[in-house]
Every structure is written in structure tokens, then in C-alpha cells.
Nanobody, 115 residues
């Protein structure tokens, strides 16, 4: 089994920044994707960004240039640096581990962007 623990959410004003962390533990394979998703009230869960074991990244269009995903393989931790936050970024953010045989979700962390 794999466990994920997210942290770093909170309340921030528009234009502000937050950094989310996702620590992975348990039966971790050497090659796995880490992804950040978000789900706003009444909306479907959407992929925000993902990063491969080799460091290749992909972002959804609305966050390009504002969000940066990274990972520390030695610490089995993924990060999402979020800058220039907008009210429409408000959502529960969830990280996901996927080693192509198993997918595991974290419990999520609330991000609220409001003045």
C-alpha cells in the first residue's frame, strides 16, 4: 500500500502564493507519476499538473506560467508552487500517485483564494 499526506493549503488573497506538498510513503515503486488535481464545489475533478520520475511536466492551460510542479525523489515528495492565485483557483487540491499498476489519492487540502 501507498499513503499520501498533503499539506500547505489555506486562505490567500488574490495574487498571493501557496506551496502544496505531498509526501508519499509505503510500497513505492521506482518509477511513478505524481499529479495534482483539484475539485471545486459543483465541478468535476480536473488535472492541474503532473510530473514523471524523470522530471517531465505537464500543466492544464489555466495554470501555465503560474503554477510549478516539482518533486524530490529522495524524499518521495511532490510539490505544487502556486503563484498569482485567482479566486477561480479555489478548490480542494488532491495529489495522486500512479505507478502504472496502482493509483492512490491523498485526502486533499483546501485552497481558498479570496479577499
Amino acid at each position: 500500500q501507498v499513503q499520501l499526506v498533503e499539506s500547505g493549503g489555506g486562505l490567500v488573497q488574490p495574487g498571493g502564493s501557496l506551496r502544496l506538498s505531498c509526501a508519499v510513503s509505503g510500497n513505492i515503486r521506482s518509477i511513478y507519476l505524481m499529479g495534482w488535481y483539484r475539485q471545486a464545489p459543483g465541478k468535476q475533478r480536473e488535472l492541474v499538473a503532473y510530473i514523471t520520475s524523470g522530471g517531465n511536466t505537464n500543466y492544464t492551460g489555466s495554470v501555465k506560467g503560474r503554477f510549478t510542479i516539482s518533486r524530490d525523489n529522495a524524499k518521495n515528495t511532490a510539490y505544487l508552487q502556486m503563484n498569482s492565485l485567482k479566486p477561480e483557483d479555489t478548490a480542494v487540491y488532491l495529489c495522486n500517485y500512479n505507478d502504472y499498476t496502482w493509483s492512490q489519492w491523498g485526502q486533499g487540502t483546501q485552497v481558498t483564494v479570496s479577499s
